[in-house]
């Protein structure tokens, strides 16, 4: 099974903290995204990257940076952190082209969040 | 802009009976749809995808509905089950890889 895994499930950080997300995943998929997950917005694209050190900005990048430094590890980063910015932050990864292969097999995978409570 | 929409935040269904989520797309020129399963505590996870060559497609006690003359899909949820309580996103292909998620539907199923 493909494994996403982002390594803090829950963080509080106060106003101003720089804080890092970290998503890691273990089936070699060129494509990684960060998205941000709130009550009646549904999920919303911040960053994503199509391969090592490339990252195209999503429909909300203000605020954020992302780091991709190798294949398997897509880093969102929160340079000053505000209370807007609390939320729950998904990480997912895929092949380039969901469509492909068999029902199912290339679309995005996710973890399983990462809950940010800035104070 | 493109958007994805469901038309009802909450849906509480009893056991037993069918479940349908419904869902407004935007963009016509979408031409994949996919739905998630969010669990409490996990991310989401894929249930069943269509593409726009196709009406309908049916999976495991889960039939999806496509009509692409009012850019709407449906996920129907046949003898819903307690372990079928869950936020239910669809999503649109918007570009290379890109899914348009919408707002989610909450569905509570009820003894």
């Known amino acids: 099974d493909v494994k996403v895994t982002q390594s803090s499930r829950y963080l509080v950080k106060r106003t101003g903290e720089k804080v890092f997300l970290e998503c890691v995943q273990d089936m070699d998929h060129e494509n990684m995204f960060w998205y941000r997950q709130d009550p009646g917005l549904g999920l919303r694209l911040i960053y994503f990257s199509y391969d090592v050190k490339m990252k195209e900005k999503g429909d909300i990048p203000e605020g954020y940076s992302v780091s991709r430094e190798k294949k398997e590890r897509f880093s969102l980063i929160l340079e000053s952190a505000s209370t807007n910015q609390t939320s729950m932050y998904l990480c997912?990864?895929?092949?380039?082209?969901?469509?492909?292969?068999?029902?199912?097999?290339?679309?995005?995978?996710f973890g399983a969040g990462s809950r940010l409570t800035v104070l | 802009g493109e958007s994805v929409g469901l038309h009802l935040p909450t849906l509480s269904v009893q056991e037993g009976d069918n479940s349908i989520i419904n869902c407004a797309y935007s963009n016509s020129a979408s031409d994949y749809f996919i739905w998630y399963k969010q669990e409490s505590g996990k991310g989401p996870q894929f249930i069943i995808d269509?593409?726009?060559?196709?009406d309908k497609r049916q999976g495991q006690r889960v039939t999806v509905l496509l009509n692409k003359t009012v850019k709407h899909l449906s996920l129907q949820i046949a003898a819903t089950q307690p372990g079928d309580s869950a936020v239910y996103f669809c999503?649109?292909?918007?570009?290379?890889?890109?899914?348009?998620f919408g707002a989610g539907t909450q569905v509570v199923v009820t003894p």
């Open positions: 269509i593409r726009s060559n196709m």
């Open positions: 999503a649109a292909l918007r570009g290379w890889g890109k899914l348009q």
């Open positions: 997912a990864s895929s092949f380039p082209d969901l469509r492909q292969g068999p029902s199912g097999a290339n679309v995005l995978t």
